[in-house]
């Protein structure tokens, strides 16, 4: 008999975990390629603003990596604990996975470690930016194997199942299953382009309450600003392979994603709208949208939820998660190419006042954003942990101790996530740019005399 109240709070307990992780884990991927990008322009250009930045970053990083790795542990803990029924049956083949993830953050740890203390110990600084090179490729690997966990289990494959157990297990075909390319790839694009905008984000800000003609900031904005354009970019083509992989795989997820009740060629793509019985309201209508996304083909057939039973459908109101993901991604390419061209161009547009605010909010669109695909992603595989294999509700557990845990974990994130905030204030703050700036000017003016 499955505790549906077990099951509840397993859910929500999950899904909030998830949902805090993210934005740490996001940037703890993203942000050691900014800082290599930073210090590596630095010493092309000999521009100690972007060594500076490096340095400053790193900082910050640390704090980011230190609640990351917290909250990391506690989704290994309710792995376990929430969905041992899932573990029992699957541990054996995302073991592999989970183990090369642990390996590949030791590995980023250890070589961050030696870069943060290492600063000013060599006298040639490409050198000192070869340590960067593992922790980024470190932390893009840990996204790598985590992210091919959560691919297995849209697209599981691999093994033989001999009287309800997994046998025969093959780890490597397991981890290269179907889902992976586009997943792990959309994963790594959006934290590169979620950092961007949230490092980007700060230095509108700065520029705001500095002025202007804050040399420092204008560097760091415009440097995120041009990769968060880059990534964007690379995140939408990205996207539509992932729509062209729903297609074929998961047609149930795209067919909910986009309201496609019936099975039609040239099927139309539906964004935002109501539902009415039944009947798509008040959206806008593009016509063969959705057959060119799934198929490159405007004639194309879209398969549509007619098609599988109704216990087996995902929740419909993932398409209002797809409409925003798709749409803040659409917003922040737009505001980045807009900045980015009116540097160059030097329009005055992005001088206002206004303009500026809207760049503040770049880094919260794109958490937001990141936010609504992975709840698209993970909402939209139900009811299944295991597509086609194990439901959710047969993977959780029956203790009816899950709303205490719920309680006492959403207290931990509460502190952490306030506890970070006020310590990355309080540490930029006590060491203002300006400050830095001053202090490396008179250490070289003691060195040259």
Request: charged share 15%; hydrophobic share 50%; net charge positive.
């Amino acid at each position: 008999m499955v505790n549906q109240e077990a099951v509840f709070f397993s859910r929500v307990l999950t899904e909030l975990t998830l949902s805090f992780h993210i934005i740490y884990a996001t940037i703890g991927v993203g942000v050691p390629l900014m800082i290599m990008i930073a210090q590596w322009v630095g010493i092309k250009k000999q521009d100690e603003h972007y060594i500076l930045l490096a340095r400053r970053w790193t900082r910050g990083f640390v704090i980011t990596v230190a609640v990351g790795v917290v909250t990391g542990t506690a989704i290994g803990l309710q792995l376990s604990l929430l969905w041992p029924n899932f573990m029992e049956l699957a541990g054996n083949v995302i073991a592999l996975p989970l183990f090369m993830e642990t390996f590949a953050f030791f590995f980023e740890a250890i070589f961050l470690g030696i870069y943060i203390y290492t600063w000013d110990r060599f006298k040639n600084q490409k050198k000192h930016l070869l340590l960067l090179i593992p922790v980024a490729l470190g932390a893009s690997f840990s996204a790598l194997f985590i992210t091919i966990v959560n691919a297995f289990m849209n697209a599981p494959q691999g093994f033989d199942i001999v009287k309800g157990q997994l046998v025969n297990v093959s780890p490597l075909v397991a981890m290269f299953n179907p889902a992976m390319p586009t997943k792990v790839a959309h994963v790594l694009s959006t934290a590169y382009m979620t950092s961007a905008f949230v490092l980007a984000s700060i230095g509108a800000y700065r520029l705001l309450i500095k002025g202007t003609k804050h040399v420092y900031h204008k560097k760091a904005l415009f440097l995120t600003m041009k990769l968060g354009l880059i990534f964007s970019v690379a995140t939408a083509v990205i996207g539509d392979f992932s729509g062209k992989y729903l297609a074929e795989y998961q047609p149930e997820k795209l067919a909910a994603a986009e309201w496609h009740f019936e099975t039609e060629k040239g099927a139309p793509l539906y964004l935002y709208g109501v539902l009415d019985n039944g009947e798509v309201k008040y959206a806008l209508k593009i016509p063969f949208g959705l057959s060119i996304l799934a198929h490159s083909n405007p004639n194309a057939e879209v398969i549509g939820l007619d098609r599988f039973p109704d216990n087996e459908e995902p929740p419909l109101y993932i398409h209002y998660l797809f409409d925003l993901m798709v749409t803040l991604g659409m917003g922040l390419t737009f505001l980045a190419f807009v900045y980015v061209l009116g540097v160059h161009r030097k329009w005055r547009i992005i001088f206002k006042k206004w303009f500026s605010w809207l760049l503040v909010l770049c880094g919260p669109m794109a958490v937001i954003a990141i936010e609504a695909g992975w709840w698209m992603a993970e909402v939209g595989r139900q009811p299944w942990i295991l597509r086609g294999i194990m439901r959710t509700s047969e993977a959780a557990t029956g203790s009816g101790q899950v709303d205490t845990m719920l309680m006492l974990f959403s207290l931990l994130y509460l502190i952490l996530g306030i506890g970070s905030i006020l310590v990355l204030i309080r540490m930029f703050r006590k060491n203002p740019v300006e400050q830095e700036l001053a202090d490396r000017d008179a250490e070289r003016a003691g060195d040259l005399k």
